[in-house]
């Protein structure tokens, strides 16, 4: 039997909280200046961990059952060490892999790194040449990070890519997707920008809610092309929610697989350079950090029940307000990302960027807007505050009263009529208890490849009956196979 990833998550590491991927930040110091960097990287932390203490972090680690550790800066080549971090990280048994701007991110450097026991490296690349170098605040990065990409392949090591999902690129995927399958990567992972660190300063960068309606599909077709041509397109964990591409971006296309919420603190570690632990190494700090291993030991941090950083471990949806709290998938997504939603609005539980909420309100002729209303204070992972505006979907600049817009919504004209745009009812799935803290599986709506909970018989959403569309969608998929089959013989494949 072939041996899963070691990413691979299981029940019962998500029952037993096995910190299955950790991401750890070796240094702050970077060669680049990232107008998107969630940390503000640039120079080191004055108080970064000393080897010895680097080197304790990998035995507590692998002590844990950690599986993968990819380190990431800043630039993580620029901590002295690093080669000794990934040896350590290798020789107890772990998968050690990096992601890198890959400025300067030599052959050199990559032929050590693997002959330390590198696996994998991921290089970010975030537009075509003028754009990356634009974003990434230094001019020649953009080659240097081709020249990157190119000797991890050459290497033997797993090469992908990584790229931020801005504004600004929405209009150069196909043509980067291209490059990246003429390069050979061999994934390639999206994630949308979040406005946090000098993403805030930047609010230009950032999506629109509304935009998802072109982004998502556009995605998806990028998926369905990279798999036919060895690129497999993968969605980063603020990529979502629920609309009718979920089962591609999350169940590989097998219908299986969705998103089950945020995972931070139950399979996955953030380390900071200062030795600071987090669930989630994108989260924020103060308000997620669950200790620091220079006071607290790593596996007390890890085993606190009531720890800042282990939120995730029994939360149902008592922190969820606005769209997420009435939400149809309320029970198993939870709010989608928790980083998005606490950069953007200063708290948890309430995420715009979702493909089922921009479709359910589109729906209703309405789009939600976001209006930058406080500036970000300038520290390592610090953000500003935003506002949300729902409007019109065809609206260009004004804002409108947002209970009459609902009123409208709901076909009524009475100021007396509720006050509220109504959405499909929740799905009232199980909740989550302490001997399964992992959500049931919803079904794929084979009518209009949507999740529903397990026990519908209709679609919510296109009111099929879910069996029958099962039934139609096999006997069409042996048809095709068939069909195939006989080309095939045909032609003499």
């Known amino acids: 039997m072939e041996r899963p990833p070691a990413r691979y998550i ?3 590491d998500v029952t037993e909280h096995v910190p299955v991927h950790v991401v750890w930040e070796i240094t702050l110091a970077c060669n680049l200046k990232c107008h998107h960097c969630g940390s503000r990287a640039g120079k080191r932390r004055p108080d970064e961990l000393n080897t010895e203490e680097a080197l304790e972090m990998v035995r507590g680690l692998a002590a844990l059952g950690t599986r993968e550790i990819t380190l990431i800066g800043g630039e993580a080549f620029m901590r002295p060490d690093w080669l000794q971090i990934i040896r350590a990280i290798r020789d107890h048994g772990m998968a050690p892999t990096m992601q890198s701007g890959g400025y300067r991110l030599t052959p050199e450097r990559i032929r050590l790194a693997a002959d330390a026991g590198l696996v994998g490296a991921g ?24 020249t990157a990409l190119e000797a991890i392949r050459d290497t033997g090591l797993v090469a992908s890519v990584n790229s931020q999902v801005t504004k600004l690129v929405i209009p150069h995927l196909r043509e980067m997707q ?20 000098r993403a805030a300063d930047n609010p230009d960068l950032l999506l629109q809610p509304y935009d998802l309606l072109e982004v998502m599909p556009l995605l998806a077709e990028l998926y369905h092309v990279g798999e036919t041509r060895g690129l497999l397109l993968q969605a980063g964990n603020n990529v979502g929610y629920f609309g009718p591409y979920e ?34 190494p994108s989260l924020p700090t103060s308000p997620y950090a669950g200790g620091n291993v220079r006071e607290i030991p790593l596996e007390e941090i890890w085993r606190a029940a009531e720890s800042p950083m282990a939120f995730t471990r029994q939360r149902g949806t008592e922190d969820l307000w606005g769209y997420c709290a009435g939400c149809y998938y309320a029970e198993i997504c939870r709010g989608g990302c928790n980083w998005t939603s606490h950069s953007l609005l200063g708290e948890r539980g309430n995420n715009p960027y979702c493909h089922h909420r921009a479709l359910d309100l589109a729906a209703h002729g309405l789009r939600e807007r976001v209006v930058q209303v406080e500036t970000a204070p300038g520290c390592s992972f610090d953000h500003g505050r935003f506002e949300l505006v729902l409007e019109p979907l065809d609206a260009v600049t004004d804002r409108f009263d947002v209970m009459e817009l609902a009123r409208r919504a709901n076909g009524s004209d ?26 049931p599986l919803l079904v794929l709506c084979r009518g209009c490849s949507r999740f529903v909970g397990p026990d519908e018989e209709h679609c919510p959403f296109c009111d099929a009956r879910l069996k029958e569309a099962a039934a139609t969608y096999e006997e069409r998929q042996f048809r095709l196979h068939r069909a195939t089959e006989r080309l095939a013989e045909l032609i003499g494949v």
């Open 10 to 12: 299981s029940e019962s």
């Open 414 to 439: 009475d100021a007396d009529a509720p006050r509220e745009v109504r959405y499909p009812a929740p799905y009232a799935g199980p909740r989550p208890t302490l001997a399964r803290k992992t959500p």
């Open 247 to 280: 089962h591609l971006f999350r169940g590989y296309g097998n219908g299986k697989g969705h998103y089950v919420g945020c995972l931070a603190g139950q399979t996955g570690i953030g380390i900071e350079a200062d030795g600071t632990i987090k669930g989630c």
């Open 178 to 197: 291209e490059l990246f399958i003429e390069k050979r990567a061999k994934n390639w992972q999206v994630q949308l920008t979040v406005a946090m660190g």
């Open 123 to 146: 290089v970010s690349i975030d537009g075509p040449r003028e754009l990356h170098d634009r974003l990434r605040g230094v001019k020649g990065s953009f080659d240097s990070a081709m």
